[in-house]
């Protein structure tokens, strides 16, 4: 069983930073992808950024120079978020992919307030 727990949101002033955390847990040996999804309020969750086990990332076009994903180690990444925008504010997922298998952590609340 795999669980992937997410802590660090919660509400900002527009312009200001958070960070986001997410990490693994379970029998299971590494991840092809971690990363995140993102969802606000009557609209659909969309793909915000992932890092491969090589370090590679990719991030939407909405957030690039803006936000960060990193890894420090095989179970655990982090989204640095600065520069917020009110249309920031979402429920943000962090995802696990491996052994075709795709792994959601229970979201965080992101408010970013102008």
């Known amino acids: 069983q795999v669980q992937l727990v997410e802590s660090g949101g919660g509400v900002v002033q527009a312009g200001g930073s958070l960070r986001l955390s997410c990490a693994a847990s379970?029998?299971?040996?590494?991840?092809?992808?971690m990363g995140w999804f993102r969802q606000a309020p009557g609209r659909q969750r969309e793909w915000v950024t992932h890092?491969?086990?090589?370090?590679?990332t990719s991030y939407v076009n909405s957030v690039k120079g803006r936000f960060t994903i990193s890894r420090d180690n095989a179970r655990t990444v982090f989204l640095q978020m600065s520069s917020l925008k009110p249309e920031d504010t979402a429920v943000y997922y962090c995802?696990?992919?491996?052994?075709?298998?795709?792994?959601w952590g229970q979201g965080t609340q992101v408010t970013v307030s102008s």
């Open positions: 890092i491969t086990s090589a370090g590679s």
């Open positions: 379970g029998s299971i040996g590494s991840f092809n992808y």
């Open positions: 995802y696990a992919d491996a052994r075709a298998s795709r792994y």
